[in-house]
């Protein structure tokens, strides 16, 4: 097992490697998305929402920022750079002559999605915090895990997608159908406990929802113990589950 995790962190070195090769333009996006979302809903339309829970629509609007920075951050991490290193660049395949299997590789993979998506959090985090929309620094760590761990089931989706995917164009019909309608309903925009019952169950469905829940929580300081076992538990469990799926389905890929 120690051998296999040896192995797995040596495909994180490598993705960090190629990464920080081209690192402020890879990082743009995590400083510029969250900055367009509050001037454009956050500013723009808060004036016009007088409290959305007891808060300002900005309050409201920011804990979902970081959420969904490790859920871009991860799934087109996991989807279009996974299918070109695995597809184009056959880096995988590579890997398979060595010691590297393909349980190492997706590993590797989670492990290298969950440090970038804790990383991408805490930077959007820092951003909001001269704006006293993020927690108290000392809980901007917890902000990352959180941000981690959101990043998790994401990577599983979008390293599934990779191998039902007959060409590199399909992944936006994933992102259409699959990742556009769980951000847009996952209670990052508005709350979800007004919503018809049929709705807040569906939306329960999706493992982001559980995460921008978390996220919630945790900046409006009313995080508990039974809040973290069951979102958490959702996150890890979906997680589990989609990764294990993702090795299956990518081991047939690869060793075929």
Do not use: C
């Not at 190629?18 to 743009?28: E, G, L, P, Q």
């Not at 992102?175 to 569906?202: E, V, W």
């Amino acid at each position: 097992m120690i051998e296999s995790l040896q192995l797995s962190w040596a495909i994180v070195v490598r993705n960090w490697t190629v990464y920080r090769k081209d690192f402020v333009a890879n990082i743009s996006p995590t400083v510029a998305d969250p900055s367009l979302i509050m001037i454009s809903l956050g500013l723009g339309l808060g004036p016009f929402i007088q409290e959305v829970e007891g808060r300002s629509y900005l309050a409201f609007l920011a804990p979902g920022l970081l959420a969904a920075t490790a859920l871009f951050t991860s799934f087109f991490e996991a989807s279009y750079g996974f299918y070109v290193r695995m597809t184009y660049e056959s880096v995988f395949k590579a890997m398979l002559t060595t010691p590297i299997g393909t349980r190492e590789v997706v590993i590797g993979e989670f492990i290298w999605n969950f440090l970038k998506g804790a990383f991408m959090a805490l930077g959007v985090g820092i951003f909001l915090l001269p704006f006293g929309l993020a927690p108290q620094p000392l809980l901007l760590p917890v902000a990352a895990i959180l941000g981690g761990l959101i990043a998790m089931p994401l990577t599983g989706i979008g390293l599934l997608s990779t191998t039902y995917v007959k060409n590199i164009n399909q992944f936006q019909s994933v992102y259409s159908f699959i990742i556009a309608p769980i951000y847009f309903l996952s209670g990052l925009f508005f709350p979800i406990d007004p919503m018809p019952r049929a709705f807040q169950i569906l939306v329960q469905l999706s493992p982001f929802t559980h995460g921008v829940r978390l996220m919630q929580l945790l900046f409006w300081d009313q995080m508990t113990w039974a809040a973290v076992l069951y979102h958490g538990g959702i996150l890890f469990a979906f997680s589990i589950a989609l990764g294990i799926w993702a090795n299956l389905r990518i081991r047939a890929q690869l060793i075929t």
